[in-house]
């Protein structure tokens, strides 16, 4: 079992299959990085089982906490969480100030929902790496998922800060602040992440709803038919600007934009209901 956490039923209790035994003949590496090398190139193949043999023989031809890493990542990938915790926890025990074991760590965790010990990783990863911007991110979603929004928020602005022109960023973190109604500070966000990368269309959606959360109706319209130009075939953003045209008292291309969104799916139905409860106050 991962140390101190009991597994959780539904991981898998045998190794993927493999579906090719058969290595290719060449001439065997004498070194640790003459296997690390074939180890790569066998991962990039996605023949991971022959990945996974290769990193093997790398780390007990050298055990740096480098290979012990590659090799944890590999029974990760193969679904392996026990084997890739242990190789983890080996690269710490030879460098415990190297972040990137910590993060992997953290990020097996995180698959399999156990939240609490995937931050502690991902706050000792972010303590010895604070410029990398994506440890931060990751940090910040477990807290999401811990419902700890003000220490998410905190990791993301100065995820933002370091990178104040990443549209994903700028969106995620406009995001935060709508959750704990910081409303202003989400539509500045937001605002920034459509300028940033104004040919995504959820992005220019997700403005909308705020602009419509705090009463500016005709800018959330505005958003709403952008968002429909860029992506034609998402009826839920007919059926949203719809909604707008007819608070705004045009009844007439109300009944023109619901008129277009018939035969809306369940997917965007169910998008167009967060999206009015949003709007309303709730959470999305």
């Known amino acids: 079992m991962l140390p101190g ?22 001439r065997e590496p004498a070194t640790a990085d003459g296997n690390k090398a074939l180890a790569d190139e066998y991962l990039a193949k996605g023949r991971i089982h022959h990945a996974i043999t290769r990193y093997k023989k790398a780390a007990r031809m050298d055990d740096d906490p480098a290979h012990r ?15 890739a915790v242990q190789q983890y926890r080996r690269a710490l025990k030879s460098n ?23 931050g502690d990783e991902y706050v000792r990863a972010v303590e010895l790496d604070p410029r990398n911007v994506f440890y931060r991110y990751k940090l910040a979603f477990a807290y999401t998922q811990m419902s700890r929004l003000a220490d998410a928020i905190g990791q993301m602005e100065v995820v933002v800060s370091v990178r104040p022109t990443d549209a ?14 910081r409303d202003e500070e989400a539509v500045a ?9 104004p040919e995504d269309d959820y992005y ?15 800018r959330a319209a505005d958003m709403y038919r952008e968002a429909a130009r860029l992506n ?11 909604d707008m ?16 969104s018939v035969g809306i799916d369940y997917y965007d139905g169910d998008f167009v209901h967060r999206a009015r409860r949003f709007m309303l106050g709730g959470s999305w």
């Open 5 to 26: 956490y009991p597994l959780p039923e539904f991981l898998p209790r045998k190794r993927p299959q493999q579906v090719d035994e058969t290595e290719e003949p060449r």
């Open 245 to 260: 045209y007819y608070t705004l008292g045009y009844e007439e291309r109300a009944d023109r934009e619901y008129g277009r």
């Open 168 to 181: 994903f960023y700028r969106f995620e973190l406009a995001v935060l602040y709508a959750d704990v109604r």
């Open 69 to 83: 890493t590659d090799l944890g990542d590999a029974y990760a990938f193969a679904e392996l969480p026990v084997k």
């Open 96 to 118: 415990p100030n190297n972040p990137e074991p910590h993060f992997s760590l953290a990020e097996v965790y995180t698959r399999y929902g156990r939240w609490r010990a995937a």
């Open 232 to 242: 034609p075939e998402r009826l839920a953003y007919r059926c949203l600007l719809g």
């Open 189 to 197: 966000e937001m605002e920034c992440a459509v300028a940033l990368s």
């Open 204 to 218: 220019s959606a997700k403005l909308g709803m705020l602009y419509a959360r705090i009463g500016m109706l005709e």
